[in-house]
């Protein structure tokens, strides 16, 4: 059973930093991209991050970059852990941010949303002003 846990998130002050996990297990991801989205209330769910299956890609939405990092270990062949540190938080980045993986290779564009087959539950980011 593929599983995609999320972790990481809380309150934070405006300028701070947090560092959000998800464990992806049930199927190798290894060969795959992951990505980050977040979604805030009354809004659709954005395109934040991804990662290339390697780790030497990255994709960036322009609202965060030069702020957050993604990064990823594959170190363990069942379980993929992606990452992404989010510092210089602001009142906008306040969302619920969720893991997501393909189940198969390609060759869209990383922020697009519908090749995404598998999503974690969440995670809420708070960011107070």
């Known amino acids: 059973q593929v599983q995609l846990v999320e972790s990481g998130g809380g309150l934070v002050q405006a300028g701070g930093s947090l560092r959000l996990s998800c464990a992806a297990s049930?199927?190798?991801?290894?060969?795959?991209?992951m990505a980050w989205f977040r979604q805030a209330p009354g809004k659709e769910r954005e395109f934040v991050a991804a990662i290339s299956s390697s780790g030497v890609i990255t994709y960036y939405s322009d609202s965060v970059k030069g702020r957050f990092t993604i990064s990823r270990d594959n170190a363990k062949n069942t379980v993929s852990t992606v990452y992404l540190q989010m510092n210089s938080l602001k009142p906008e980045d306040m969302a619920v941010y969720f893991c997501?993986?393909?189940?198969?290779?390609?060759?869209?564009?990383?922020?697009?949303?519908?090749?995404?087959?598998?999503w974690g539950q969440g995670t809420q980011v708070t960011v107070s002003s």
């Open positions: 049930g199927r190798s991801f290894s060969n795959y991209r």
């Open positions: 997501a993986a393909p189940s198969r290779a390609t060759s869209a564009s990383a922020a697009t949303l519908s090749q995404y087959d598998y």
